[in-house]
């Protein structure tokens, strides 16, 4: 069921460096036909860092790890292609469906392949309105369970960042951030919460690394957090005034479960006249470059 493209097959087998890529974020978190160029492009970056990029999916039921170009192009435009966390993987492999995967389920399948960096945006996480809807990403969990490295630019602005933080503390996830003390905010540099541990180089993630597979302890995972730099952040101001118009139609219209995470991104995108877009795209593209040099370091050993 999990089928590893040769390409990661034969850099695996002969300890190069790999980095995961989810294809939520092609499929239902970029407008289209954007979506498509970003995904060739980010599989580009990890190429010019010298390692081997692994873009993860479901396609007619079957798991694969490393997509061709064709792959790819169904991922980003095709309208059948669902929205899937690690639950709902037996569900679409056993049914046959197609789906792109979260952090949870990109998370969940690289790590059955072997690979142990992967590169994203934002993290899920809690959504500001839990306290009546519960309504907290499953990223968090499987990543209390999961030995991975997640490059991300902190988790999605359009959460409860500080609930999300106190969250990952209590399932014993560990979070640096990358070059700086301040927890990122995925679109903003700052998201005004500070993060206890600072590493400095891709050497320094690949000893932490070492370190959680030596302490033997649960199998959780490593949350490298890297900020968008100033220059490329988005207007802080023009985020929040966006941000609570866009958390206010989400409830107005009763947007619920899956929905709510790309609900809200696509507002964002429209009502910043792209801003957003672009911001989240620096992020993305960062976190990509710095987790090749981070899986480099891993397999240099
Ligand atoms: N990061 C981005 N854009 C995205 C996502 C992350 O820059 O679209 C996706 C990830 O796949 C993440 C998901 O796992 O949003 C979280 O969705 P939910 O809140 O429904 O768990
Ligand atoms: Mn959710």
New binding site residues.
């Given amino acids: 069921m999990l089928v590893v493209s040769d390409e990661v097959a034969q850099a695996l087998t002969a300890g190069r460096p790999v980095v995961a890529l989810?294809?939520?974020?092609i499929a239902?978190?970029?407008p289209r036909p954007r979506n498509l160029r970003v995904a060739l492009e980010l599989e580009a970056l990890v190429r010019e860092e010298g390692a081997t990029p692994a873009t993860i999916a479901v396609l007619d039921g079957r798991a694969h790890v490393g997509l061709d170009e064709a792959q790819l192009e169904r991922v980003a435009q095709d309208d059948t292609v669902r929205?899937l966390?690690h639950r709902d993987l037996p569900l679409a492999t056993a049914t046959g469906a197609s789906g792109?995967?979260?952090?949870?389920?990109?998370a969940l399948l690289a790590s059955r392949a072997g690979v142990r960096v992967f590169a994203?945006?934002?993290?899920?996480?809690v959504?500001r309105d839990w306290t009546s809807t519960q309504?907290?990403?499953?990223?968090l969990g499987l990543l209390a369970r999961t030995r991975i490295t997640v490059v991300?630019?902190g988790v999605?602005s359009i959460?409860d960042v500080p609930a999300t933080l106190q969250r990952l503390e209590t399932l014993g996830v560990a979070v640096a951030g990358y070059g700086t003390d301040r927890f990122p905010g995925?679109y903003l540099t700052d998201s005004g919460n500070p993060v206890d541990w600072t590493l400095h180089t891709p050497e320094e993630v690949a000893a932490v690394m070492r370190a959680q597979d030596a302490l033997g302890t649960e199998d959780s995972a490593l949350i490298l957090a890297r900020p968008v730099s100033r220059a490329e952040q988005l207007d802080p101001e023009l985020h929040d005034r966006v941000l609570h118009a866009a958390l206010a139609e989400c409830e107005a219209k009763g947007v619920s479960?899956?929905?709510?995470?790309?609900f809200l991104?696509e507002r964002l995108t429209e009502g910043t006249a792209g801003a957003s877009l672009e911001a989240?795209l620096a992020?993305?593209r960062g976190n990509v470059r710095l987790a090749a040099r981070v899986a480099g370091a891993w397999v240099r050993g």
């Fill in positions: 989810e294809s939520t974020i239902h978190g970029l929205k966390s792109a995967t979260t952090v949870s389920a990109t994203t945006g934002g993290l899920g996480g959504h309504d907290e990403s499953a990223d991300c630019a999605k959460l995925f479960g899956q929905a709510v995470t790309p991104l989240n992020a993305v």
